[in-house]
């Protein structure tokens, strides 16, 4: 059974670009969260989506922007690459938006720097 | 709103010896709480989670944790360190009617000597 797939693992980009993130939820999943953890510190939530929308939205800038596709996939975009966006990038995936008493399936991550 | 706080980003404990790292959280709602382990380079697995019923939850790898709702409190637990267990752990609060968002703790870096 698949858990959570994300790609790419790493990722180098200057500032002022763009990044795109891809996750692939567990099977089963239907909703994607995305998360950013700066080092030594805890996750932070970037968004939420289920059935195609964003649901939910942490306190992060509008250049943090998300996709869900009809088949659950997600995608994290980030526009105007500053320093400070370099962290983990964290996928999560769950069963049901609202269930939140599930817990979480992470992915590995991909780590993005900003140079 | 929601918050967690854990005491002690770093523990430091012998092979054999009691485990606990501590976590205080809020809520304005009744939570459901979790702990995740995480290895270097890797995402977070889900080691257990309390949400109604026993205070007393077990998880994975002889981990356990206690809801103590007066002290708003759910500190992990284990009575014999591993090697294995070395790595970093989060405590996660999800507010019941916050549709799956969680508030991550710092994280607590576990170590254990030899």
């Known amino acids: 059974d698949a858990g959570v797939t994300q790609s790419p693992t790493h990722l180098i980009k200057t500032r002022g670009q763009q990044v795109t993130l891809r996750c692939s939820p567990k099977?089963?999943?239907?909703?994607v969260s995305w998360y950013q953890q700066a080092l030594g510190q805890g996750p932070q939530f970037i968004f939420q989506?289920?059935?195609?929308?964003?649901?939910q939205r942490g306190n992060f800038p509008d250049r943090f922007s998300g996709h869900q596709f009809p088949n659950y996939s997600s995608e994290l975009n980030v526009n105007a690459l500053l320093l400070g966006d370099s962290a983990l990038y964290l996928c999560?995936?769950?069963?049901?938006?609202?269930?939140?008493?599930?817990?979480?399936?992470f992915g590995s991550g991909t780590r993005l720097t900003v140079v | 709103a929601q918050s967690v706080t854990q005491l002690g980003s770093h523990v430091s404990v012998s092979e054999g010896a009691l485990v606990l790292l501590r976590c205080n959280y809020s809520?304005?709602?009744?939570?459901?709480l979790f702990w995740y382990v995480q290895y270097p380079n890797q995402g977070l697995q889900l080691l257990l989670k309390?949400?109604?019923?026993?205070?007393l939850v077990k998880g994975i790898n002889g981990f356990e944790a206690e809801f103590k709702k007066s002290e708003t409190s759910f500190h992990l637990t284990k009575p014999s360190a591993h090697m294995s267990d070395a790595a970093e752990y989060f405590c996660?609060?999800?507010?019941?009617?916050?549709?799956?968002?969680?508030?991550f703790g710092d994280g607590t870096t576990l170590t254990v000597k030899p």
């Open positions: 999560a995936s769950s069963l049901g938006q609202g269930r939140g008493s599930h817990g979480y399936t």
């Open positions: 099977s089963g999943h239907d909703t």
């Open positions: 989506y289920y059935e195609e929308e964003e649901r």
């Open positions: 809520s304005s709602v009744p939570p459901y």
């Open positions: 309390y949400t109604t019923g026993a205070t």
């Open positions: 996660a609060v999800t507010g019941d009617t916050n549709a799956g968002k969680s508030t």
